[in-house]
């Protein structure tokens, strides 16, 4: 056996190995045969044949960068870098929680069919095409995803629908459950989605007046399952506006009934829909409202002149302009009589006592109380009560020289309800003691005497009068008289106290004594008669 030119074995068969060779090195050979007695053959023809490549035993890189991506609740997505080898890398193993589940030619792999909501390890290792495998990677891991929502919520119930306005209609309703959570609400009018709503309410705006709407809302969760519709409901926006204000009233007048108020009437306004009142304006500006078409405007000052107008509104709020306005001035303040009481005390007492009325509901009150004496003129008034309020002396009116005299006091704002009037003498007389109260309102309460005056006629006289000069505007004039039976009061006196009781005690009041100056007051009685006296005194009007 020879390996180019050069003998390295013998055979005694027709077959040789020639081991030990290099690789991938080629070699030539020929064979010669021999016999016993050392006889050889030439040699064949050559035979060539070149020894394989070394086998591969190198293993590639192991693969690094795996990361581990869940992307649903069944799938988790594998990437990595490259492996290298000295020939090639082929592909990759794939290891799930230590156990092979796949290989792949790429860098990448999806490992799906998994559970949800559970965690998983991965790693990788690389092989080639010799079989050689290299070491599994660092683990990477990652969780599934938790199952897909797929259960709706439940249908919202309790839907209202409420109109507001003629382009408004609200909703309200129930709140929906869900497994995982209620993300909102869709809104449907007359079957067709208009809105969603993150809460249990929603308000409808730019609707068409007078129209009829019919509601629906289904509940949606964050996986987009939707509940059926609920029970539907239905509103009708309202009527448009109303903004066409009433006519102007017209025909207003103004009349003073009183110092304190005038009393007001108008035609009545017409509007599309309907008059709800007026409202009244003195000197410019509102002191009422009126549903009908006149007012009593209450509380004014006395002689003052005021200016009206008035004005109608409807129920939707729109005011007619202000009328044509109308004046008046409010009548003068006078003092005027409320009511009297009278007493007689028997010859020989010192005092006199009598119940007297203050009603309620009277305004500036003074009262008046009048006491005559006839004989022998020993006494006089010491003090007068009200109750625990005491009187103050105008005036006593008595000459020294007949026998007869009159006082008159005051007691301003005297207590409402009824109470005695006490009349205390300065001593026990054997004169005759008649007394009378009147009460008047209206009256000055800070200075409510102007002036006084007194007058005594002696036997024979058949009058009695006394002048004195008022002061003020509208004062009235009041007087006591002790005298003869059968007195008569002056023209435009006004009797007060009836001289019937007692038969000789009378008294009258007078005015208003509309401007200031001389003023009377008198009283005539049968002529030849015995002797009078007469207390007068002007009472102050109130502002």
């Keep these: 056996m020879y390996r180019n030119g050069t003998q390295v074995a013998t055979s005694a068969t027709t077959s040789y190995s020639d081991t030990g060779l290099s690789s991938s090195t080629s070699y030539t050979y020929t064979v010669s045969a021999f016999d016993a007695a050392g006889n050889n053959s030439i040699q064949s023809t050559s035979a060539s044949a070149t020894t394989q490549v070394a086998p591969d035993t190198t293993p590639p890189s192991v693969p690094a ?7 649903s609740s069944s799938q988790i ?7 290298t080898d000295n020939v090639g890398v082929t592909g990759y193993n794939v290891y799930r929680n230590g156990t092979q589940i796949a290989t792949s030619a790429t860098t990448s792999y999806s490992d799906t069919g998994l559970s949800a909501s559970t965690s998983y390890s991965y790693t990788v290792s690389a092989f080639d095409a010799a079989g050689n495998n290299s070491a599994q990677s660092t683990s990477a891991s990652a969780t599934t995803q938790v199952a897909p929502d797929t259960t709706p919520p439940s249908v919202p119930a309790g839907l209202t629908a409420t109109a507001t ?7 309200s309703w129930t709140a929906s459950t869900d497994n995982v959570g209620v993300t909102g609400y869709k809104v449907f009018r007359n079957g067709a989605q208009v809105a969603t709503s993150a809460t249990t309410s929603y308000s409808d705006t730019g609707l068409s007046a007078s129209t009829s709407y019919s509601y629906t809302v289904s509940a949606f969760d964050a996986a987009g399952n939707n509940s059926a519709q609920s029970t539907s409901a239905s509103a009708t926006t309202q009527a448009p506006p109303d903004t066409t204000p009433p006519s102007v009233p017209a025909g207003l007048t103004a009349t003073a009934t009183s110092s304190s108020q005038i009393n007001l009437s108008w035609t009545a306004s017409t509007d599309n829909v309907g008059v709800t009142g007026y409202k009244v304006y003195r000197n410019g500006t509102q002191v009422a409202s009126s549903a009908t078409t006149s007012y009593s405007d209450t509380g004014l000052s006395s002689s003052t002149s005021y200016s009206y107008t008035v004005s109608a ?3 939707a709020g729109n005011n007619s302009a202000q009328s044509a306005s109308a004046n008046a001035t409010t009548q003068a303040r006078i003092i005027t009589f409320v009511n009297s009481s009278k007493a007689i005390a028997p010859i020989g007492a010192s005092s006199l006592s009598w119940a007297h009325t203050i009603s309620s509901g009277l305004t500036d009150t003074i009262l008046v109380v009048g006491v005559g004496t006839y004989g022998g003129l ?5 003090g007068i009560t009200y109750g625990s309020q005491n009187f103050t002396k105008i005036i006593r009116s008595n000459d020294g020289v007949h026998a007869a005299a009159t006082e008159l006091w005051y007691l301003v704002n005297p207590a409402i309800g009824t109470n005695n009037i006490n009349v205390t003498m300065t001593s026990s007389t054997n004169d005759t003691i ?3 109260a009147m009460t008047f309102a209206h009256v000055n309460q800070t200075a409510p005497i102007d002036v006084s005056a007194g007058h005594v006629t002696g036997n024979g006289s058949s009058s009695n009068s006394v002048t004195i000069n008022t002061i003020n505007n509208n004062d009235s004039l009041v007087d006591i008289i002790l005298g ?4 008569t ?3 435009g006196q006004t009797a007060t106290l009836n001289q019937s009781s007692d038969g000789f005690e009378a008294g009258s009041y007078k005015g208003p004594i509309s401007n200031p100056g001389a003023a009377s007051m008198s009283w005539t009685y049968p002529a030849n008669s015995t002797v009078s006296a007469m207390s007068v005194a002007a009472l102050k009007v109130d502002s």
């Design 65 to 71: 960068g795996l990361t581990a991506t869940a992307t």
């Design 77 to 83: 997505n594998l990437s990595w870098t490259a492996s």
């Design 165 to 171: 306005s003629s382009s408004q209609i609200n909703l």
């Design 313 to 315: 509104f409807d129920a």
């Design 378 to 382: 020993k006494a006089s008034v010491s």
């Design 434 to 436: 008649i007394a009378g």
């Design 484 to 487: 003869p039976t059968a007195q």
């Design 489 to 491: 009061p002056a023209a």
